[in-house]
């Protein structure tokens, strides 16, 4: 993740390019006997879990919050670092508000 997003922002420096992609990532590990699940997200891409309530009925338990321009939290983010939300989108154009 660290190099391609280095190599990523260094084209967008040298091009101008507004684009990126969302990921999400889970990592399920039985180490030492002890499960373990961890999970990443960046942009809107969202991690949900189904977790078996009976026989006949699953229930979505979400894991990940999504990272949108039009959560107050991540718009003071934006503006902390410089940049601006303008119609609920970063930079005007991208609806997520982090990307790789």
Do not use: Y
Not at 16 to 37: F, I, Q, W
Not at 38 to 64: I, P, Q
Request: charged residues 30%; neutral net charge.
């Amino acid at each position: 993740f660290r190099r391609t997003e280095a190599d990523c922002e260094k084209q967008w420096l040298e091009h101008g390019e507004k684009s990126g992609a969302c990921a999400c990532v889970c990592v399920l590990s039985d180490a030492g006997g002890e499960g373990s699940l961890h999970v990443a997200n960046l942009g809107d891409c969202r991690a949900v879990l189904g977790r078996s309530e009976t026989a006949h009925r699953t229930a979505a338990v979400r894991l990940t919050t999504d990272h949108r321009a039009t959560a107050p939290d991540e718009a003071r983010r934006i503006a902390a670092a410089g940049g601006q939300v303008v119609d609920k989108r970063a930079l005007g154009d991208l609806i997520p508000s982090r990307t790789l």
